[in-house]
């Protein structure tokens, strides 16, 4: 199976903040990684496909990048609303798998 | 607007089962993959399973395969998850959720609202 791995697993910033996070892969993935937001209680909400594709209706401060086996979310700006889980997740190949995840909190 | 609703979770014994259901709207159900997600308290995400639009293709994590079986109904817009054999490591809020492409290879775009499977004695 393809391993996730995703950095911080905490992250304190301010509002206003450019923010980074980062996932990688155990192998090649043909840029098939997608990121989600989570908040307590709620669905994982699609921020980011096939490595920088934003999801229609997800605010510009997003956006997503790769480099080989090493995919990265940014936050520019950072908004109150942004304060949450972040999670990547690849989808090139059965298993699919997650990053641990990333919590964004206020500083 | 699509809709995802998930039904059929709550407390079972070890080596039990139980059936999720997950109603689907506002899309065309029957040209679309589904997937369950399933997160453990406190923990991170993790796939379940897919299913093809046809229902003749399925894919599931080596932890659930040959315990869970995915199966969907295109004429009820449905999409089930029997789980069998159930155990403690099972414990978790199960969501569903739409494939945004036509491929078995996308990301998941739309999800329901989960729906909480506790196994317990």
């Known amino acids: 199976d393809i391993q996730m791995t995703q950095f911080p697993s905490t992250l304190s910033a301010s509002v206003g903040d450019t923010v980074t996070i980062t996932c990688r892969a155990s192998?090649?993935?043909?840029?098939?990684l997608a990121w989600y937001q989570q908040k307590p209680g709620k669905a994982p909400k699609l921020l980011i496909y096939?490595?920088?594709n934003l999801e229609s209706g997800v605010a510009s401060r997003f956006s997503g990048s790769a480099s080989g086996t090493e995919f990265t979310l940014i936050i520019s700006s950072l908004q109150p609303d942004d304060f949450a889980t972040y999670y990547c997740?690849?989808?090139?190949?059965?298993?699919?798998?997650f990053g641990q995840g990333t919590k964004v909190e206020i500083k | 607007e699509v809709h995802l609703v998930e039904s059929g979770g709550g407390l079972v014994q070890p080596g039990g089962s139980l059936r999720l259901s997950c109603a689907a709207s506002?899309?065309?159900?029957?040209?679309?993959?589904m997937s369950w997600v399933r997160q453990a308290p406190g923990k991170g995400l993790e796939w379940v399973g897919n299913?093809?639009?046809?229902?003749?293709?399925?894919y599931y994590v080596d932890s659930v395969r040959g315990r869970f079986t995915l199966s969907r109904d295109n004429a009820k817009n449905s999409v089930y998850l029997q789980m069998n054999s159930l155990r403690a490591e099972d414990t978790a809020v199960y969501y569903c959720?739409?494939?945004?492409?036509?491929?078995?290879?996308?990301?998941?775009?739309?999800w329901g609202q989960g729906t909480l499977v506790t196994v317990s004695s």
């Open positions: 192998q090649r993935i043909s840029n098939y």
């Open positions: 299913i093809k639009e046809d229902g003749n293709e399925k």
């Open positions: 096939k490595a920088s």
């Open positions: 997740q690849q989808y090139n190949s059965y298993s699919w798998t």
């Open positions: 959720a739409t494939l945004r492409g036509f491929s078995a290879y996308d990301a998941l775009d739309y």
């Open positions: 506002g899309f065309t159900f029957s040209s679309h993959w």
